[in-house]
């Protein structure tokens, strides 16, 4: 069974940093492109992070990375701004987007 599991969201202060894990079973992200979107409440969801690069709005203070041996997508995020709460989001697509699963987010709040 294809899944991905997103972990490590929280409360954390302006300026604070946190980092996202997205683990994957049943596939090998090795395979696949890898990204981070994020959605607000009231927002669309965006890409945050991916093979392309980085949103504006989080450029120079986001980082993706993977773990290919632990079969992981990583998203370093620092200098967090209250701007940044949103529920963060895995996705994993095959060439020519013919398999696209999402795993079912993790909350990140920023907050004083």
């Keep these: 069974q294809v899944q991905l599991v997103e972990s490590g969201g929280g409360l954390v202060q302006p300026g604070g940093s946190l980092r996202l894990s997205c683990v994957g079973s049943g596939f090998t992200i090795s395979a696949y492109f890898m990204s981070w979107y994020r959605q607000a409440p009231g927002k669309e969801r965006e890409l945050v992070a991916g093979s392309n690069g980085y949103a504006d709005s989080v450029k120079g203070r986001f980082t993706i990375s993977r773990d290919i041996v632990k079969n992981t997508v990583y998203l370093q995020m620092n200098s967090l701004k209250l701007e940044d709460t949103a529920m963060y989001y895995c996705n994993a697509k095959s060439s020519f987007a013919t ?14």
Excluded: E
């Excluded at 398999?99 to 004083?112: A, D, E, K, L």
């Design 99 to 112: 398999r696209n699963y999402w795993g079912q987010g993790t909350q990140v709040t920023v907050s004083s």
